[in-house]
């Protein structure tokens, strides 16, 4: 074998240049980082014992944050997560955030408060991960119903909040949200009240307790400030009690199902009284049609 002369020893020494140790980057982005709080700092420091003007101070603060961007934190990448109905143009207007700044310059405090003035946007973080990333995380508003109002429809989540105020505007793909198109909101329940929305979670907790009566039910209203009336599929008007909402809907189901009573000819259902009792109202023209 022969041997390597003195200038292919040195040539393979640089080829086997050992790999740099893993602390190696985090050291050297977290000197930078230290480096350029260091100085953001002075300069806070100097500007505040020297006395010079609040806009000197102001410039030479955004030279230090603009050196940190040279340093390597800038925002490289903005990853967002939990966007399913948030008009993607509205997010990035509410971000507020460009590739290529400095990442100490993003507040993660006011860029969060501006994500959730987004109709969709229930709640939001904003988390900078340095040394050049934005993580932003949204839980989205979930439609429970359709508001009839005098001006048209609306779009309510759980907590009652409207969402779309304008669902013809909303279905037509303008406006704050836009809809997906597989999500026809025809198909939600509708909601009749001024004060509707704000009890509707817990009514449709209890509906939802009879699964096959709970699927015939088409709307809600409200009545005084106190009761809801209930339009079935078929037209049928159920008048549910104030007290024991329950009780009384178990009962129904029960009847619908041992005796058929919404196949009858019966036009309202009143349940107000008595927990086991109900009172009927008859359809004449179903009473035509042949219906017992």
Avoid at 3 to 17: E, F, G, H, K
Avoid at 31 to 46: D, P, Q, T
Avoid at 130 to 144: A, H, K, T, W
């Amino acid at each position: 074998m022969r041997r390597m002369t003195l200038a292919a020893r040195r040539a393979s020494l640089y080829l086997r240049r050992p790999p740099k140790p893993r602390w190696w980057q985090p050291t050297i982005y977290g000197g930078s980082l230290g480096l350029a709080a260091c100085l953001i700092g002075g300069v806070g420091f100097w500007v505040g014992s020297s006395g010079i003007g609040a806009q000197a101070a102001a410039t030479l603060a955004d030279r230090a944050l603009a050196l940190s961007g040279r340093l390597g934190f800038a925002v490289h990448e903005v990853y967002a997560d939990g966007r399913v109905r948030t008009d993607p143009v509205a997010l990035r207007e509410k971000l507020g955030v460009a590739i290529g700044q400095p990442i100490l310059t993003v507040d993660p405090v006011a860029t969060q408060a501006r994500l959730e003035q987004l109709p969709w946007v229930e709640r939001a973080s904003v988390e900078r991960l340095l040394p050049d990333r934005i993580e932003v995380r949204l839980i989205e508003r979930q439609p429970l119903a359709l508001w009839q109002r005098a001006d048209g429809f609306a779009l309510v989540d759980r907590g009652g909040e409207v969402i779309a105020p304008d669902i013809a505007t909303l279905e037509a793909g303008e406006g704050p949200g836009v809809a997906e198109p597989e999500i026809r909101w025809g198909q939600l329940r509708v909601l009749v009240g001024d004060q509707a929305p704000r009890h509707a979670a817990r009514l449709f907790a209890v509906l939802s307790t009879e699964p096959a009566l709970w699927a015939r039910v088409a709307a809600a209203t409200w009545i005084g400030d106190r009761r809801w009336t209930l339009r079935l599929d078929n037209r049928v008007d159920v008048l549910l009690p104030e007290r024991g909402v329950l009780g009384a809907w178990r009962f129904l189901a029960q009847k619908a199902r041992d005796d058929a009573l919404l196949e009858r000819a019966v036009s309202v259902i009143d349940l107000r009284f008595l927990p086991d009792r109900l009172r009927l109202r008859l359809d004449p023209e179903a009473l035509q049609d042949g219906k017992a």
